[in-house]
């Protein structure tokens, strides 16, 4: 879905390289990196500052760590907190179903004797024979939901046998109003949600405690010897090109106003970004960039983007019989917005209602053409199915014009 705000602002991240340059497995760290080798100096930088201007996470007094998407890091978190409890018994790996779908499939690929998934953390007891890490997804895949923790402490108090990893990949202005600086001891983020370039493989966690920081390099380095410097490098430039775009200010983002505001003329962006844009082939995304979006307003261009195809889906289904989606989050302040909207998820979750009940993946298939994956892979019943929301505009065009065929 972003491919049309970087057509038209492609010239904002060239990056040229030479054959001669980043030979080496090491970086240019900080001078004191505290064991953390592979992690880019100017990328920690460009995470920091991203943070800041965003609010959205808390990074003083922070560990960056960076992996080869978040999926490496939800694995590294996993290893180090299970070095780091005292029970001496298999950890167990849990989730709030629904939950993404990777969390269980990354867990018992290894057949470790030191981690086991241990299913929904609704269902899951504490024990003080079994220590526990809660994976939080906060807003949650598939469904868009706010999350907290869910696991019973069986009397044992707070977090007492257990360690809490918060995925927070889709806690940005794109999908969710931000309401506060989320301040977790591991806080797992990615640039494939951030910026919508996940062929960059980058993604990155942000951690309280050094030794846990120190422990999950561990896992990097032995499983791939760090992280690529050239996709550092790349991610590096792209933050900062989503932050030129608010000149590093945040008084310039409440200066906006709304998004359906009529921005300044100096403000607009320009006739070639627009003919860049016209020339790839993104027609339809044309209205945003012209009339919504100000110069290079990364967030504002996403969230405009997301709550215009929510609007669609929301017209598409209304009065359906056979399916229900998702309802809207709670109406929320954004401090970074400076406005109050509801959430806008990545993903449609639906649920058949037909009965006798009916596989939902199967149903939007057979009958649509819908592509869909099972509410199985998310812990729940073949009930329900999730929909991308965030494919090219023309994919979008031609989800909505099948889910209105729905009766």
């Known amino acids: ?23 080496s497995y090491f970086v240019k760290s900080k001078a004191n990196n505290n064991g953390l080798w592979f992690v880019f100096e100017g990328l920690d930088d460009a995470i920091r500052d991203l943070h800041r201007l965003v609010g959205n996470a808390v990074v003083e007094d922070r560990h960056i760590l960076v992996g080869t998407g978040s999926t490496q890091l939800f694995q590294a978190a996993a290893f180090a907190l299970s070095k780091h409890q005292k029970i001496d018994a298999s950890t167990a790996v849990v989730a ?30 504490s024990s003080s024979k079994e220590s526990y890490i809660e994976i939080v997804t906060s807003p949650n895949n598939p469904c868009g939901a706010p999350r907290q923790a869910a696991v019973v402490d069986n009397g044992l108090g707070s977090n007492a046998a257990g360690f809490l990893v918060h ?68 991610a590096t430039g ?3 090109a989503i932050m030129k775009g608010y000149n590093s200010n945040s008084q310039l983002i409440k200066s906006l106003g709304p998004l359906d505001a009529a921005p300044a003329a ?85 649920k058949s209602i037909k009965e006798p009940a009916e596989d939902c993946q199967h149903f939007l298939k057979s009958k649509l053409g819908i592509l869909a994956r099972a509410g ?13 929301l965030v494919g090219r505009q023309s994919e979008v065009a031609v989800l909505l014009h099948r889910l209105a065929a729905l009766k």
């Open 167 to 234: 995925d927070l990949a889709y806690y940005w202005p794109t999908f969710t109003p931000i309401s506060a600086a989320a301040d977790h001891d591991i806080m797992l983020f990615t640039l494939s949600k951030c910026t919508g370039h996940g062929g960059s493989r980058i993604g990155w966690a942000i951690v309280k405690e050094l030794a846990i920081a120190q422990k999950m390099a561990q896992f990097i380095e032995l499983n791939t010897i760090g992280v690529s410097q050239d996709a550092q490098v790349r």
């Open 266 to 350: 100096d403000h607009l962006v320009q006739p070639a970004a627009v003919a860049a844009a016209k020339d790839s082939g993104h027609d339809e995304e044309l209205l945003l960039l012209q009339d919504l979006i100000p110069e290079r307003q990364f967030f504002h261009f996403g969230k405009a983007m997301m709550e215009a195809r929510w609007k669609g889906v929301r017209a598409a289904l209304a009065g359906n019989q056979s399916v229900t989606v998702q309802d809207p989050s709670a109406p929320a302040r954004c401090t970074f917005m400076g406005t109050t909207s509801t959430t806008n998820p990545a993903f449609i979750w639906l």
């Open 376 to 388: 199985e892979a998310f812990g729940v019943s073949n009930q329900y199915a999730r929909v991308s």
């Open 238 to 240: 792209l933050i900062r």
């Open 96 to 125: 709030e179903a629904p939950y993404y779908s990777c969390y269980p499939r990354a867990i018992e690929y290894y057949e470790s004797r030191i981690l086991h998934w241990a299913g929904d953390a609704k269902k899951y007891v």
């Open 1 to 23: 879905m972003f491919e049309a705000y970087w057509d038209a602002h492609k010239g904002n991240c060239v990056q040229l390289t030479f054959a001669n340059e980043r030979l």
